[in-house]
């Protein structure tokens, strides 16, 4: 057993100390230790909670969204490419946009955007919601929760009906 200095204060501790009698502060192999579980921790809550909830938070566009008197917002120049890439529904719920669920590459159509309603009141409960009507791939229209369908859907980014 010999004497070391503190990380922190640079006093004098025994080299067994847990932390710093004088200030407080953990060993380096005990921060170490702390600092790596946190980690794990953080990486296994990650992966149960969704597995591409980080790609959805890094690649989600920060749009301005404006409603005027017609449906749709200008449309894009011709000249863009018109490769296709899932892009989250998140500001591109418009009229005429098509919807897919599901992970990575493999998507299934849901349906389409055919209106929306801010004051929806929900059958049975009353509840007032934001809502969607979206005519589903079986033809039946049904409404749905707007803040399911931004976080839940996807879009192409080719979708003629996108600014």
């Not at 600092?35 to 969704?50: D, E, H, Q, R, S």
């Not at 917002?73 to 011709?78: A, E, N, V």
Request: proline share 6%.
């Amino acid at each position: 057993m010999g004497l070391i200095k503190c990380h922190e204060c640079g006093k004098e501790i025994s080299s067994q100390a847990d932390k710093c009698p004088h200030c407080g502060a953990m060993g380096k192999s005990q921060a170490l230790i702390y600092g790596w579980a946190f980690v794990i921790l953080a990486l296994i809550l990650l992966y149960a909670f969704g597995g591409n909830v980080l790609d959805r938070l890094l690649s989600t566009p920060t749009v301005t969204v404006s409603r005027d008197s017609s449906d749709h917002p200008p449309k894009k120049p011709s000249s863009e490419s018109k490769a296709s890439e899932w892009i989250p529904a998140a500001a591109h719920v418009w009229k005429g946009v098509k919807l897919y669920y599901g992970k990575g590459a493999d998507k299934t159509y849901m349906g389409e955007v055919v209106d929306w309603d801010e004051n929806y009141q929900v059958p049975y409960t009353n509840e007032k919601i934001r809502a969607v009507l979206v005519r589903m791939n079986n033809g039946a229209l049904e409404w749905k929760d707007r803040k399911k369908v931004i976080w839940a859907c996807f879009i192409k980014s080719n979708d003629p009906a996108l600014p």
